[in-house]
Every structure is written in C-alpha cells, then in structure tokens.
C-alpha cells in the first residue's frame, strides 16, 4: 500500500504517505474492486523491461470511460496522488514506472473501436485498443494503421510516447497519424485537442503537444487517427551490402531519387548471425537491407528494380523481392526474428535497447564508431536500423549480475548518446524519454528549451500530479 | 509615433505610451536608421488585406542576426513594447497588426539560405527568405520545398501561421515539413526547438508548438526545413464534373484507392466563369476539378488513367492531362489566375477570403450549402478549394463602401464558420487565427482547451509582449 516499498531511487515518500493512501482509499470507496492493491498487480504495473527497477503504483484502476478518468484525477488531485497511465506495459524506458507512488491507470476496459470514418479515412478509438487488434477490425474497411513499432502495444501509449518504427520512412510517425486526442488535464477538465478536419491552423497545437508527452500533461482517454488504404500491391526483399556505409549511401540514394519506400531496415552482420543462428536461414553474414514497397502491381516493380540499381552501384545485392505474401514473410523472417534471435547469440542474457536517431548523412559513422565502441567495450550488441529515419538500435545482451559488465554497458550508452548529439541527432528517436533518457536532455535541448517544457509543464499541471519523475523534473 | 494613432479596435493606449516611447527611443539608440518610424513605413506593416482596419506599429526594425532579434526583445520586455514579427505581410487575418502598438520586426534582411543538406533532405533558412526565393536556390540541388500558399510568402509567417495549401494533401502542411526552428523567447532566450534527426521523441513537441503560434509564443529566427525530390515526372489535368458532390465523392475514391495525388483542387461553377472571364479560356462553366500527379513516368500516366477511371464513374469528364511543361501550364491556367479574375466578375469590389476546413465526407454539403447561403445573402463569392483536405476558400467580393454589403457578408462568414463547426470541421484551415478568427476559438475549442492555450501563452509570455492581441487574450 502507500507508502510500503521504497526502491533505490524511489522517491515516492516525498508525496505525504497518509494523504496517498487517503487517495487510493477515496478510489476504493469510488470504484469498488476496479482499484486492485495486491503487490503483484502493482508489480505489474511497474516498468521491467530494462535495468531500471520496477517502482510500482500504490494501486491500479481500470476506467470504463473518460468520465472514469475525470473522477480519477479529481479524487487524485485532493489526495496529491499521483497518475501514471498504462497501456500494455511494453514501454522501454521506465514511463509506467511510479517513483513518487501514486495510480496507475490502466486502460484495459477501454480498447475499443468507437467509429470509423471510411470516407474521411479515420478512426475513433480508446486509448487501450493495441495496434493489431485495430488493423484486425479495420480489415473490413480496406484501411489500416500504419505506424508499427514491433511490440504490440496500445495506442494510447504509442501517442504518449510519439513512437513510430519500421514503416515512419513512409507513414511517419505518431504525430502524424492522429486528428485529435481527447484528454483529462490535471485540473480535472476534458479537452479536445482539435477538431476531425483533416488540417487546422486553429490555434496552438495541443494535439502535438500531448503527443511524446508521456502522460505528464494529462491523460488520454480518445484518439482519432488517421487511416490509410491497405496498398494494392506490397513487395518485399532483401539486399546484402558489403558495408554498413554502402547500405546507408543506397537509402540517402533511394530516397532522393523520390522512391516512396515504405521499410528500409537495416541489420549488421552481427545481427544477421544471430538471425542464422536462431531460424537457421543460412543468410551471408554482412549488413543486409530489408525493403517493402507498397502501391499498386506496376508500381511496386518499377520501385523495386529502381532500388535494385541504386543497391548495385553501391556494391549491394544480389537484391531478392517478391510480391507474394508467403515468400515476402520468409524473406523478412530474419526481421522479423532479429530482436528475440538475439538472446541466441547470448542465452540467459538480458536484453537493453538503445534508441539514438541521427541525420542520415551521419548514420553510417555513427553505427561504425558505435560497433567499433562495443567492440573495445567487450560488449555484446547486435544492431538493427530505421535507416532510412536515421535512427537505430543496439540491443546490448547484458548478464546484468555481472557489476562490472552493466557499468560497461551504461558507458557505452552514455557514449552512444554524446555521439549521437554531437552529430546534430537525438537521445530518443522513438521510445521516449520517461525515466531512463532525462539525463540527456539538457545535453539535447539546453537549458532555455528545458526551461521551456518546464513551464508548460508547470502551467498545465501545477501540482506535479501526472506521470511526475518522466521528461522534465519540475 | 508611439501612443499617437489610435483606430477603432485599436487598444494600444492600454499600453503606457510613454513607456512605448521609450522602447521606441532605446531601439533607436541601439539600431540607429535600422529603426523606422515614419508613417508610411509603418502603415505598411499593418495589415491591410481585408475590412480588418490598419493597425500600425510604433516603429519597424530590420534585424540582421538571432542576436540582433535577442537584444529587441529584451529592449522591448524592458520597455512594455509589444512585438510584432513580419514577413512580407500577405497574411489574411490581421497578424502583423498592432492593436497595442509596438515595434514590427521586418525579416526583410534575414533572408539566406544558410545550409543545404542534400544526403538529408533538409536546408536551414532564415525567416525572411520567400518560397520561391527558396526553391530558386535549391534548384541544382534537384529539392526543392513543396509547400505552396499560393502567395510568396515568407518561410517566417509560413511556419507562424502553419499554412499549407495546394500540394499539402501529398506533403503535407508547414507542420509536416519543419524539423526544427531556433526561436526567442519573450524572456530574452534563444532556443533550438529540436535537433536536425529526422524524428525524435525528445520530450514536449516544442517544434509544432511554435508552428502555428503566429509569433504569440516567440520570434522565429531560422528554420529548419525538410526537403522532397523534385519529381522526375509531373502530369497536370483538369476535369469538369456535373456538380460538387461528383467532385467531392471522386477526390475520396482516389484517396481512398491510394493514388498517391498530389493537388487536386475544385473551382466552382463560378470560379471557372470568373476566368473565363478574364482570360477568355471558354472552359465549361461547370465545377471542375485540377489535378497533379507526381512520380516517375510510367507512375504518373498510371495515376492519371486510374484517376480518369474514378471520375468517369461519378460523371465527370472528359479528364484531359499531359506531362508537357508548357501545356500543364496551359491546362492550369484557370487555377493560377483563380483569385485574381475573381476582381473581373465586380470589378472595383474587395476580394474577403474565407478558409473553413471540414471532414471530406461533408465537404459536398458544406460547399453546396453554402452556396445556397450566398445566393440568398444576395452576395458574389466563387470558390475554390483544396478538396483532398477538406478546405475550401471563398472569395467574397465587396463593395466595401456599402455597409448593408459588408454587414450581409460578416454574416455569412459568421453562418459558414458555425456550420464547418456544426460538421466537425475548423473555422481555419491554413489562414490562421490573427484578430479575424479569434471569436470561433471558444466555440472550435471550448471553454477548457481554449484555457490550456492561455496558460501555455502565460507560461512563456507573461508580460504579454509576444504579438498580443491575436490567437488567445490573456
């Protein structure tokens, strides 16, 4: 209960005990046995997937509706009881995790298709419907959701944490995939960030604003997304290259020459020797290429011979793509593996993502210097990369029993980021900031812009109540 | 000078004037002839493009450096004198007023090209430079920058007011193609509101925060710019319909089938009478869609065909469309002189543009009936509309000497604006809010986003010095 455990790094006894368990009491009274206080539950509810520890609620509550929230967030505000919503829990960077204690909202009860707009290609929905339950329902519709980021969480956290994955090259991101958002805000009031017009210039950007912050500026309880129409025709293929230099200069190629790619994923020869050892695809172990074009039969040919020549004068290929379901799936088996194959190369390891983003121009040093880093670190880390984002990932296999080895790979992330910056990149490009990257973002945006998100922070959530210890610490 | 005019709306006496004197005097001191306080000069930059009445600034200042902008604002923070940022003045809705006096800050001198990126599609500008400026400068680059509001406007009041126009239903609005923007604050800071990676998911969004801030929040000093190949392969046409509702209903077929489109806009009846008018082209005075297809060859005559196919289905035609320079010209013609042969069906009137924006699927209803609206408002008004976007724009031509006139088409506006309000749909599509539109925000918004804009505008702008008097009064 309130106030119970207190982890290394756990701030939560810096909220009043009493007044949270006085909170989580008011909940109970409020909405019988949706708030559920067993340790395991709690647990969790408390981010697990990295080394950062697990920090659990001193609650969870299921809402059945915005209403719901709003009554949450009133009784949270008299008790100073912190909100923390939860999607599936698949965050990486600590979002869900509750250093000052507090309610995790979890939005199971709340995944439901609302309406979709055929015509109009959206889709009204609740935040805790996951992304293929979604693409499941809106299969009838001839459309889809495009923004794919692996794991198959909610869409609620997917716009917390502005995400994007495989296909941004294409669709984007997050931000550019939702019409509106329907949120509770730290006084207890429902907003609508914008109107279903598919543009605006109507004001400040609340839509934008709410999106990649994590929960800390209010609680989404709605989304309207924008849809796309399922292509017509889909190739996909596969293209090794005899460095990762020469995959990087194919897809700054493929690019401006306008070719509209909708994957372009990269994956080192360390991360295809873990693939061959796990599914035993036999592939040549050097960087390889991962492409899918979406459009129509004609279209989808004319791209993929295109890349093909662009891949060839970079010394890349034989490129193999095919249009049929079945082999397109068995020629991205080795993607579609890569993250689980790479405890094959490491059983019993702990796996740890990195998240760095560059401007593409620096990708091919940034992923060269990185390998080079791990290497001298004795390190362990297959890499796999939105290339065509610029943005890729290190998944450092970690005995995290071993002191000495996590300090070594905490280095090495810290390295990581530095180089990244000092490349004009990013800390996160896609998972978040949450607990795990603030320390970088003084480095990434300086202290007037922190100041910035601070203020905002402050001006919309002056009690510190939503999500507090993540992005910026007021 | 400062204090001295005051026009009806006009509160610039709420400002101490001698106050404002002093600001006025202190720029001098610190710019020398860079200060201009003549009366002409100054009523050049109020806004004089609708019934919205000239507000002058006390003063215009030409900045040559983020720092020259930096020592501005902290001279006018001192001073209580508001500041006002300006491009080359083609905004439609009263932003570069001054209804509290203050200095304009002409960006007429700060406008380079400063980097291109070529391998990152991106190219750091600063505010001043116009769009077709910009695109004349990266020509042999092979990039250029899509988007287009029809007037040369500044990539500065571009960004301010998140336009987009004719090509955004492919690339998107000025939200989309930014990546970054070095900003100052009202307390004198300069900020970089993201690094040049191409997605980040570093924390609050301040990018699309400032975008569409029309300066409310601080003063862009340079931007950073995403860039698209310019297309191998450009097919233009034009297409009449036997009514909107056709139009409406095959721009959704061809989105919704994935033609990658990238303008598709509606003239109506009338639009097309008005150029014939006035450039005798003896096209079918019926409505009529403009179309442009980018890609490769064998894309774009497949996008064409296919397009054709949809409009056939819903009556249109015959679809006429090439691939030549000259005759797309030619065939868009009608498109290009739009607004200016609006003037030949009354000449001597004003031209009062309108910018509803609405889902598509009401798009049909909110155009016909509002062409119900003017006819019974015994008013002239062709339109046009960028209908894969939902937006369309009224040209209200007026005899603004006639006050019953102007009475019978404020009220107009007022009734279209409720009505894409009653469809879902913005008072404002690309124009922005500026003192024209700040009425609907209560009513788009309501009562508890509308109070989140405050807070926010507070939060970074206390003393309300940042362009007061337009978005959100605080």
Request: a negative charge; proline letters at 5%.
């Amino acid at each position: 209960m309130a106030g119970a455990t207190a982890a290394p790094g756990d701030t939560r006894n810096s909220r009043d005990p009493a007044a949270r368990a006085a909170g989580v009491a008011a909940l109970s009274a409020a909405f019988g046995n949706r708030v559920v206080t067993s340790q395991a539950v709690r647990e969790q509810h408390g981010n697990t997937l990295t080394w950062i520890p697990n920090q659990p609620p001193d609650a969870v509550i299921y809402p059945q509706s915005t209403e719901d929230v709003q009554r949450i967030v009133r009784i949270c505000a008299e008790h100073d009881l912190p909100i923390i919503p939860f999607g599936v829990g698949s965050s990486l960077e600590g979002h869900v995790n509750a250093p000052e204690g507090g309610v995790s909202i979890d939005f199971r009860d709340m995944n439901k298709v609302l309406t979709v707009h055929a015509e109009d290609l959206d889709c009204v929905v609740q935040p805790g419907i996951t992304r293929k339950a979604l693409n499941e329902q809106l299969r009838d519709s001839g459309l889809f959701f495009p923004i794919d980021p692996g794991a198959d969480a909610s869409l609620g956290g997917m716009a917390a944490t502005r995400c994007s994955g495989t296909n941004a090259v294409r669709y984007g991101t997050m931000k550019d995939n939702v019409l509106s958002l329907k949120v509770v805000l730290a006084n207890g009031e429902v907003i609508d960030t914008a109107r279903r017009a598919k543009k605006t210039s109507a004001g400040y950007d609340l839509t934008r604003l709410m999106i990649g912050a994590e929960g800390t500026l209010g609680v989404i309880t709605q989304l309207t997304l924008k849809l796309s129409g399922i292509p017509e025709a889909i190739s996909g293929g596969i293209c090794p290259f005899p460095s990762v230099e020469a995959c990087c200069n194919t897809a700054i190629h493929t690019i401006q020459s306008g070719i509209p790619i909708a994957r372009i994923e990269l994956l080192d020869a360390l991360q295809v020797r873990a693939v061959n050892l796990h599914s035993k695809l036999g592939l040549p172990e050097t960087p390889m290429l991962f492409l899918e074009f979406h459009g129509t039969d004609a279209s989808v040919a004319e791209q993929s011979q295109r890349f093909g020549e662009i891949a060839a004068e970079f010394g890349g290929g034989p490129f193999t793509w095919t249009t049929r379901p079945e082999e397109r799936t068995r020629l991205w088996e080795a993607r579609h593996h890569a993250a689980m194959s790479c405890l094959a190369l490491r059983p019993g390891s702990a796996l740890v993502a990195t998240d760095v983003c560059v401007p593409i121009s620096r990708l091919a040093d940034c992923v060269t210097e990185t390998q080079a880093d791990i290497a001298a670190s004795r390190l362990l880390a297959p890499i796999v990369g939105h290339i065509g984002d610029g943005n890729f990932h290190l998944s450092l296999l970690v005995d995290t029993k071993d002191a000495d080895e996590v300090a070594r790979a905490k280095a090495l992330s810290e390295r990581l980021v530095e180089r990244a910056l000092a490349m004009d990149g990013t800390c996160t490009g896609e998972h978040g900031v949450g607990q795990g990257k603030m320390k970088y973002l003084l480095a990434e945006h300086g202290p007037a812009a922190l100041a910035a998100m601070a203020a905002i922070k402050t001006a919309l959530d002056p009690q510190n109540l939503m999500n507090p210890g993540k992005i910026v610490a007021i």
